[in-house]
């Protein structure tokens, strides 16, 4: 747990704002760490700002203990990447294949997990009990209520803490909004859910490259051996094309300096899209990065997706200046056992999960990616001891909260799409909601 206090006189102060930052995984005391002035200068000064690592996240122990060196967490992810989505979509011979390979690779945390790790904490990292934690942490810090700004997953633990809290709901900002009863009740709609506006942020990166033109815009420049003026369905064209290439002849790499000698293949420029969408102020650097990659200079890119991998040092997780278990390469590892845990047993055969693939594929441009995502929980044993599962709606039961919760969404996010927020604050209704949408 980490503090950034507040600014402004004693008598002036309103308390304490919780956050998380997201994930689920992501450590909050990292993120006030990086962050939290930012979040500072938005309610000036006025609060503190703590944020803390939920159950099995960094600094928070005990362990789930799955492994015994992070390391190796990091290898697997190395294995993940080098195998890759199935994009473009495979004949379904290669398609079996290939998803056999990507099922073995994933199915390796589960088994550690069963093998050696410890099952009352791999039970206890749900969302639930970390929204009973905040509740704990109010309380200790003699407050009367909660004072909570969430962003991506952090809005599932905003909601599900006003959902079974809500008399002790003060002031809550909940930015970038996930579906909530799809999260706890079904995996698979929420990962489809998710991704309903990741093709218009697609075309926002794109148009927005046309606008600035080719003198701030590389990728607006007209390729080799054309003059034609570029527009976004000549982008597309653009990448369409590249996907295809790389699909049938991955890219050499020499190399790249920082992380050695590999290839480039299709469903890695899709992952690297992808990512850096969520990062607008990177979006002149990917247009570059994809342009070198059309003219056959795929190093920017490489280290982009691999240079992490080759900083691995074998180390225990207490191997640090704190002397206690820590997660320090910012990897997938502490999703799953809350993710899958919160959710419903998935029973998937791996044709089930190529459909899968394939389907999330047609829904969005980085589809394949996401659904890498959901399908880690793929025969995920272990449950949370308490799992939300509604109501999720005023019809239903849901109780009014303490004060309203203000939902925030931009009209186009790669991953906590427009409708997930309205679906939200209409679930909360009226008297409990308000939702605030950014356009542009």
Known sequence: MRKLPARVPENQRL??????????????SAFVASGGQDMSTIVEGKYDIIGFDPRGVNLTGPPTACLNVESKFVLREYQLQLQGAPFPSLDNTSQREHIRRLSAIQAGHDEACERNGNPNMLQSV?????????????EALGEDGVNFWGYSYGTILGATFA????????RMVLDGVADSELYFNDILEWGRATMHDTSKTLTGFLSTCIDAGPNLCSLAVPPVGSNETQTVDSLRKRLDALYLRLAQEPLIIPDSRTAGS????????????FTVLYNPISWGALADALVQVERDNGVTAYNALYGSFAQIEPRSYSQNIYNRSMQSYGTRESLYPILCGDSEYLNMTNDGYSNYIRELGRISPAGEQWALVVGGCRGWASRSRERYTGPWTTKDGLKATRFPILFVSLDADPVTPLPSAVKMSRAFGNESATLLVQHG
Do not use: E, Y
Request: glycine share 14%; hydrophobic share 45%.
């Open 15 to 28: 308390g304490t704002i919780l956050t998380n930052p997201g994930g689920p995984g992501v450590s909050g």
């Open 126 to 138: 749900g969302t639930v009990a970390v929204a009973r934690d905040m509740a704990r942490i109010a």
């Open 163 to 170: 959902a079974i809290k809500p008399n002790l709901v003060k």
């Open 262 to 273: 590999g290839f480039l293949k299709a469903s890695d420029v899709q992952s690297l899209i």
